[in-house]
C-alpha cells in the first residue's frame, strides 16, 4: 500500500528530515548513511567497519573493479562517494535532496583534498539533471526506498548510463507474496517515520529492470547479512547524550528513533529484505 502523501511533499519531507538529522547520524555513526555487512549473524565488528565493508562487499557482488564516472544517487553527506572516487581514481557526482548533505558532503571532499574530483548537488532523482550517457556506473546505496515512482527512478537511471555502463541498486524491500493486513500496518508504519511512498519485492524490481530493458541483471538477498544494523542504531539513540539530541531536535527524529523496533522487527519475520542488484545498460548495436 502506498502512503497518500503528494510527490511534491514527499520531496519536501524527506528533505527536511534529513536537514534535521544528518549532523547528529555522522556524529554518532560517522560518514556512511547506511546498513553495515556481517558475514554472518554471529559476526563481531566494530560498527562503522561494516559500513565500509558494504560497500566493498556490493562493488565485489556487483563486479565494478573501475570506473571513471560515477553517479552517487542518494550521497548522504559523500560517504560512498569519496569511498569510489578515491578507490577507482574516478570522477564521482553525487546527489541529495537535502540541501544540509550536499553542503557538508561538500566540505568533507574538500578536507579530503578532491573537490576537483567529486562534487555534490541537491537534485531529484526521478528527473536527473544530466545528459544521456553520462556516467559508466550509477550506484544507489539505500535511496530506491524514498522514490515516489520506480520505473521512472531506474528509467532515469538507464538514461543517463553509458552503454556497457553498470546499475548498483541496494534498497530496503519487503517479503514477495501477498502481504497481511498487519503486515501491510507495519510497512505503513516505516513509511510514514521513514518518508517512504513504498517498497518493492525483490522480484518485483528485477521485473522493472527487465520492462525497462537493462542486461545481466542480478539480484540477490542480503536481510541476514545486514540485520545487525538496526539492533545497533537502538543501542546508539539509547546513550543519554543521544537521547538528549534527539528531544531536541523534535517529532520527526523522536518518532524515527520510537519506530527503530518496527524495523528490527520487519528483519527478524522476514517482511523486511534487504534487496542488491546489479544491472546494464546494453551496448550499441
Excluded at 11 to 34: A, N, P, T
Excluded at 77 to 94: N, P, W
Excluded at 103 to 125: C, K, M, N, T
Excluded at 223 to 234: E, G, K, T
Aim: aromatic share 10%; with cysteine; net charge neutral.
Amino acid at each position: 500500500m502506498k502512503t497518500e502523501q503528494t510527490p511534491a511533499q514527499l520531496v519536501r519531507d524527506i528533505q527536511q528530515f534529513y536537514d534535521c538529522s544528518s549532523r547528529l547520524w555522522e556524529k554518532v555513526w560517522g560518514e556512511h548513511m547506511h546498513h553495515g555487512y556481517w558475514e554472518t549473524p554471529t559476526t563481531v565488528k566494530d560498527r562503522r567497519q561494516a559500513q565500509v565493508d558494504l560497500i566493498v562487499e556490493l562493488l565485489k557482488w556487483c563486479g565494478v573493479t573501475t570506473a571513471q564516472s560515477v553517479l552517487d544517487v542518494g550521497c548522504g553527506i559523500g560517504g560512498s562517494s569519496l569511498y569510489l572516487a578515491q578507490k577507482f581514481d574516478a570522477r564521482v557526482t553525487g546527489i541529495t535532496l537535502s540541501p544540509v548533505q550536499a553542503a557538508r558532503a561538500q566540505a568533507r571532499a574538500q578536507a579530503h583534498g578532491l573537490a576537483g574530483q567529486v562534487q555534490f548537488e541537491v537534485a531529484d532523482a526521478l528527473a536527473l539533471p544530466y545528459p544521456d550517457n553520462s556516467f559508466d556506473v550509477v550506484w544507489s546505496l539505500e535511496s530506491g526506498e524514498h522514490m515516489a515512482d520506480k520505473k521512472r527512478f531506474l528509467s532515469e537511471c538507464l538514461r543517463v548510463l553509458r552503454p556497457g555502463g553498470k546499475l548498483m541498486l541496494a534498497t530496503w524491500c519487503c517479503r514477495d507474496g501477498q502481504l497481511s493486513r498487519r503486515e501491510e500496518q507495519q510497512l505503513e508504519k516505516l513509511y510514514k517515520v521513514y518518508y517512504l511512498p513504498y517498497i518493492l519485492s525483490i522480484p518485483a524490481y528485477t521485473q522493472i529492470l527487465t520492462e525497462l530493458g537493462y542486461s545481466a541483471i542480478e539480484s540477490t538477498d542480503w536481510s541476514q547479512q545486514v540485520a545487525q544494523f538496526w539492533n545497533l542504531v537502538i543501542d546508539s539513540a539509547q546513550i543519554p547524550q543521544v537521547v538528549s539530541e534527539i528531544r531536541s531536535l523534535g517529532w520527526p527524529l523522536i518518532r524515527a528513533a520510537l519506530a527503530m523496533g518496527v524495523m528490527a522487527k520487519g528483519y527478524e519475520t522476514g517482511l523486511v529484505r534487504y534487496g542488491v542488484f546489479s544491472a546494464t545498460r546494453r551496448e550499441l548495436p
